[in-house]
T-cell receptor, first 117, second 115 residues
């Protein structure tokens, strides 16, 4: 079974530019999560999809961030326009839909390291 | 989700057991205890989880105190590859819509394994 993949692995852009991160979850996983770690901070939740629907986007920092999951397969996270404080590592994770309460395992991708200059 | 407290760092010698503690005094009766770890330059990785009883899998063991206010992740024989940040995370039941909750990461314990 292929794991969660993320593209690109690294991205370096200038302030004000747009960047789109992609996540391919494990096939058959309805839950898809985005997290990020900014410099020196803890890993923080951004949002959660169940299939193509946004279940919880309470962690999205502001309206410069837009996540989509068309067709309930892969997901994209667009940052437009990027700011310096957006630099960090963005992780994607997926898990099965039919999970017992509190027991579903999230499988993480390797992350995308975003550097905004 | 309730808060957890872990030591910032721990050291272990290779091939010796490691006991990583976690305090969660405000845990609720429905909270599961999960452990994830993050190896250098990788995404977090699931290790083990439990509710009340001790649990074993191929990676580790989880010992849960009788009052559930603390737990210990046990690596039976640490290897250099086990050097990572270990996170103890409490997860409550599904949210009202029936979907699983996100993971709430703390600062974790940085485990250093000495050769």
């Amino acid at each position: 079974e292929a794991g969660v993949t993320q593209f690109p692995s690294h991205s370096v852009i200038e302030k004000g530019q747009t960047v789109t991160l992609r996540c391919d979850p494990i096939s058959g996983h309805d839950n898809l999560y985005w997290y990020r770690r900014v410099m020196g901070k803890e890993i923080k939740f951004l949002l959660h999809f169940v299939k193509e629907s946004k279940q919880d986007e309470s962690g999205m920092p502001n309206n410069r961030f837009l996540a989509e999951r068309t067709g309930g397969t892969y997901s994209t996270l667009k940052v437009q326009p990027a700011e310096l404080e957006d630099s960090g590592v963005y992780f994607c994770a997926s898990s099965r839909r039919r999970a017992s309460q509190g027991t579903d395992t999230q499988y993480f991708g390797p992350g995308t390291r975003l550097t905004v200059l | 989700d309730a808060k957890t407290t872990q030591p910032n760092s721990m050291e272990s010698n290779e091939e010796e057991p490691v006991h990583l503690p976690c305090n969660h005094s405000t845990i609720s009766g429905t909270d599961y205890i999960h452990w994830y770890r993050q190896l250098p330059s990788q995404g977090p990785e699931y290790v083990i989880h439990g509710l009340t009883s001790n649990v074993n899998n191929r990676m580790a063991s989880l010992a849960i105190a009788e009052d559930r206010k603390s737990s210990t992740l046990i690596l039976h024989r640490a290897t250099l590859r086990d050097a990572a940040v270990y996170y103890c995370i409490l997860r409550g039941p599904k949210i009202s819509s029936g979907s699983a909750r996100q993971l709430t990461f703390g600062s974790g314990t940085q485990l250093t394994v000495l050769p």
